[in-house]
């Protein structure tokens, strides 16, 4: 990628606005792929002209992959210890992922990749990096993301620059009305090709994403009260999860519960996933996509769930800020689009229909 002032651009909001970085304050950069030495370098410029201490952690899935391949138990849990101990240190936490080859971790057994999420990631990232810093997470765009968009390399950074530097002010007060009757909604029902699901949101409360976790950004999200799910949900968009490529998943729910779920494709694997743990089968988000330059996937969750249009659920954990009860190992978001072109759809909030074939009616 050649380098031009938007990375530069992109660096100082991600800092400056996102994180908010202070003279003195500390900072772990982690970037994943070749493709994101320019970044790094403008990351770690940046932090150090503000006056902040980072640590730059190159990182890549094949070296994961390199080591989980041959490590036992106690070598993953002494990894995660390290990146814990240093995270505990820190201030804020940015990540770059450019990924190579976002099928990579599809090499390692389940078994450790599961020892993997219970040693490093739980340990490093849900129990130290997202209740004790400011973070930001983001991806970098290159050959490959290029190629899963349909895209070429040129059209995609356009792309991806317009997404990721938008106005995140004007957007937050754009959005302001839709948490306000989020926050005192009690029954949503979402009615879609596949889909009739119900459930209640009462007094969970909801947040505006606007730049400052994600880049790009763009959602307003919540969750369903645990129990109150009932119906069925046919997501249209494709997804991954740890290396694997998943599609057309259909749940079923009954009191909250997921007591059916398929895949067209790698089924056996996601009935695993279901099955990793209790909350597995509980949702714990559902969010309005609504950034205006994202409108179509890409197979890449950070873009895909900010789709203008289009609403995700997430199976397993709860946020803190919206907390529903329901704790799990994963977190992992899935999409249906609801624009004309996919086969367009309804949301109503207590008896009203706020949103139609992915415009908000407001």
């Given at each position: 990628?050649?380098l031009?002032d938007?990375?530069n651009q ?7 606005y996102?994180l908010?970085?202070?003279k003195?304050?500390?900072?772990y950069?982690e970037?994943f792929g070749n493709?994101t030495h ?5 990351l ?6 503000i006056?902040?201490v980072p ?11 390199a ?5 036992s138990?106690?070598?993953?849990k002494a990894?995660?210890?390290i990146?814990?101990?240093l995270m505990a240190q ?8 450019g ?11 389940d078994?450790?990749l ?12 849900s ?9 930001c997470?983001?991806r970098?765009?290159?050959?490959a993301?290029?190629?899963?968009s349909r895209m ?5 950074e356009?792309?991806?620059?317009d997404?990721?530097l938008?106005d995140y002010k004007?957007m937050?007060k754009e ?5 306000k009757l989020?926050d005192k909604t009690?029954k949503v029902r ?11 949101i ?10 400052h ?5 763009g959602?307003?999200?919540?969750a369903p009260v ?7 949900v ?7 999860y740890n290396?694997?490529?998943?599609s057309?998943i259909?749940?079923v729910?009954?009191?909250g519960?997921?007591?059916?779920g398929?895949?067209?494709v ?5 009935q695993k ?9 509980y949702l714990?988000?559902?969010?309005f996509?609504t950034n205006?330059?994202i ?6 969750i950070?873009?895909?769930?900010k789709?203008?249009g ?9 946020y803190?800020e919206?907390?529903?009860g329901n704790r ?5 978001d899935l ?9 367009g759809g309804?949301?109503?909030f207590d008896?009203?229909l706020?949103r139609?074939?992915?415009k908000?009616?407001l």
């Open positions: 990628m050649l031009d938007r990375i992109l660096a100082e909001k991600v800092l400056k996102s908010n970085l202070k003195g304050e500390r900072i950069i970037t493709s320019d970044m790094l370098r403008a770690i410029k940046t932090s150090a002209k006056g902040a640590f730059y952690y190159f990182n890549d899935d094949s070296y994961t992959c080591f989980l391949s041959q490590a138990e106690a070598q993953i990894l995660g210890d990146h814990q101990n820190c201030d804020a936490y940015v990540a770059v992922r990924k190579d080859d976002v099928f990579a971790l599809s090499d390692i057994s078994k450790k599961a020892l993997y999420r219970k040693h490093y990631l739980q340990p490093v990232h129990q130290t990096r997202v209740p004790q810093t400011r973070w997470v983001l970098y765009p290159n050959t993301m290029a190629a899963l070429s390399l040129k059209q995609f356009d792309f991806y620059f997404a990721c938008v004007k937050e959005l302001t009305p839709l948490k989020m009690d979402i009615i879609a090709p596949g889909t009739d699901v119900s459930f209640s009462k007094n969970i409360g909801s947040v505006i994403c606007c730049g976790r994600n880049i790009p950004d959602e307003v999200y919540t645990k129990n109150s799910v009932n119906g069925v046919q997501f249209n968009t494709d997804t991954t290396g694997t490529f998943f057309n259909r749940l729910f009954q009191n519960k997921i007591i059916e398929s895949s067209l790698n089924n056996d694997k996601f996933i279901l099955n990793q743990d209790e909350g597995a089968r714990g988000e559902f969010s996509g205006p330059f409108q179509k996937p890409i197979l890449d950070l873009f895909d769930e789709i203008n289009s609403f995700h659920m997430a199976i397993g954990n709860a803190d919206t907390d529903n799990s190992a994963i977190h992992w999409v249906q689009i609801q624009t004309p072109q996919n086969g309804e949301i109503w008896g009203k706020v139609k074939d992915g908000i009616l």
